[in-house]
């Protein structure tokens, strides 16, 4: 089976502008979460997502925002790009929402962003 | 919220020495305790985990203890390798809620 896949692996935006940042989970996951990782730091939480519907935020702006389509995939929007945003995004899926002790997540290799 | 503190690296150690990782963690909860490993250029990749207290989580050599009385989950290796040069994190997930990560720490594993 395909592990998590995210697309693109690599981008880079202009101060800003928009970006859309998508991840496939495994089959049969129904949870997907976002972390942003910012060079030389562990992830942060960004959203998570179940049966489409949005379980939890992390300490983020608005100019963030995701979705979970009918499918299970799940794209994330960051609106006015700051250089701050620069990051490594990571999407990881599971079958249930994590925080049930037996709920294992899986990370794809995640999406490189650079705002210049 | 739960917060999880970790040795600052970067850890550079020879081949086949001893690897002692330190991870403490805060939280209201008991929460399950993680450790996941990052090689350059991909995604973390679980490496063990332990549920609930006194558990010893392990894989591919590594292993970490739930400490409840100490709020620690360090992370050991008798006899690191070449290939386990990585960035190591520690991680805590309390029901409803989703992972916290410490900054995590290099290793570096020298021939």
């Known amino acids: 089976d395909a592990g998590v896949t995210q697309s693109p692996t690599h981008l880079i935006k202009t101060r800003g502008q928009q970006v859309t940042l998508r991840c496939s989970p495994i089959?049969?996951?129904?949870?997907v979460s976002w972390y942003q990782q910012v060079l030389g730091q562990g992830p942060q939480f960004i959203f998570q997502y179940y049966e489409k519907e949005e379980r939890g935020r992390g300490n983020f702006p608005d100019r963030f925002s995701a979705r979970q389509f009918p499918n299970y995939s799940s794209e994330l929007n960051v609106n006015a790009l700051l250089l701050g945003d620069s990051a490594l995004y990571l999407c990881?899926?599971?079958?249930?929402?994590?925080?049930?002790?037996?709920?294992?997540?899986?990370f794809g290799q995640g999406t490189r962003l650079t705002v210049v | 919220g739960n917060s999880v503190t970790q040795m600052e690296g970067p850890v550079t150690l020879s081949e086949e020495a001893f690897l002692t990782i330190n991870c403490t963690y805060t939280?209201?909860?008991?929460?399950?305790l993680f450790w996941y490993v990052q090689y350059p250029g991909e995604g973390l990749q679980l490496l063990l985990k332990a549920t609930k207290a006194d558990d010893k989580g392990s894989n591919k050599g590594f292993e970490a203890t739930y400490r409840k009385e100490t709020t620690s989950f360090h992370l050991e290796k008798g006899s690191v390798q070449v290939s386990d040069s990585a960035v190591y994190f520690c991680a805590s997930d309390n029901y409803g809620q989703n992972f916290v990560f410490g900054p995590g720490t290099r290793l570096s594993v020298l021939p």
């Open positions: 089959s049969g996951h129904k949870s």
């Open positions: 990881a899926s599971s079958w249930a929402v994590t925080g049930n002790m037996n709920t294992e997540a899986f």
């Open positions: 939280a209201t909860g008991y929460p399950s």
